[in-house]
């Protein structure tokens, strides 16, 4: 079974820019995260799609922070305008349903710096 | 608020001894529990959950522990192996109508040849 797929793996924007990321989840999984990990600490979750609804965005910054998930497959995130702050790994998770825990399944990340 | 810490930031031990990794949650209300693996450079891996009407569960090689009595939660891996090495976390989930983890920071498990 092919993983949740995440590109780009790395990304360096100056402050002010603005960067998406790209998450492929793995195929039949109906839900699908978002998460934020800053060095050092655990992932925190910004935004959680069931199909191509949200289900939960109470931690997405969403003055600057936006996530689609227009046809219930693939995901972007963007951030616009970036901030030094929002340097971290974010995460794509996907799992089969919004009420089994079981097969949730995170990418490798991408990488953002801000500088 | 919410919070799921660890007590000990870094463990160290040899390869060949038992690791323990513990962790501490907030909130009672928490009704499933996973561990996480997470190796440089990759997302977190799971190694073993436990919902909160069991007390104990058994993997390959690791064991998790819950006391509801004092929120916390251990993994026990036996026989540690270089592979091993890694920032381990604990995830906790609350139920209801979204599967949103809330993690604790992350121990760092260095195993010694």
């Known amino acids: 079974e092919a993983g949740v797929a995440q590109s780009p793996r790395y990304k360096i924007i100056e402050k002010r820019q603005s960067v998406a990321f790209w998450c492929n989840p793995i195929?039949?999984?109906?839900?699908l995260y978002w998460y934020q990990q800053i060095l050092g600490q655990g992932p925190k979750l910004l935004i959680q799609f069931q199909n191509n609804g949200v289900v939960d965005d109470s931690q997405l910054p969403k003055d600057r922070f936006s996530a689609e998930r227009l046809k219930g497959v693939d995901s972007t995130l963007k951030i616009q305008p970036a901030k030094l702050e929002d340097s971290a790994v974010y995460l794509c998770a996907s799992s089969p349903a919004a009420v089994s825990l079981r097969g949730y399944t995170f990418g490798s990340g991408t990488r953002l710096t801000v500088v | 608020g919410e919070s799921v810490g660890l007590h000990l930031p870094t463990l160290s031990v040899q390869e060949g001894d038992n690791s323990i990794i513990n962790c501490a949650y907030s909130?009672?209300?928490?009704?499933?529990f996973i561990w996480y693996k997470q190796e440089s450079g990759k997302g977190p891996q799971f190694i073993i959950d436990?919902?909160?009407?069991?007390d104990k569960r058994q993997g390959q090689r690791v064991t998790v522990l819950l006391n509801k009595t004092v929120k916390h939660l251990s993994l026990q891996i036996a026989a540690t192996q270089p592979g091993d090495s890694a920032v381990y976390f604990c995830?906790?989930?609350?139920?209801?109508?979204?599967?949103?983890?809330?993690f604790g920071t992350g121990t760092l498990l260095a195993v010694q040849p």
């Open positions: 436990i919902r909160s009407n069991m």
């Open positions: 195929s039949g999984h109906a839900t």
């Open positions: 909130n009672s209300a928490s009704d499933y």
């Open positions: 995830a906790e989930n609350h139920g209801g109508a979204t599967n949103k983890l809330i």
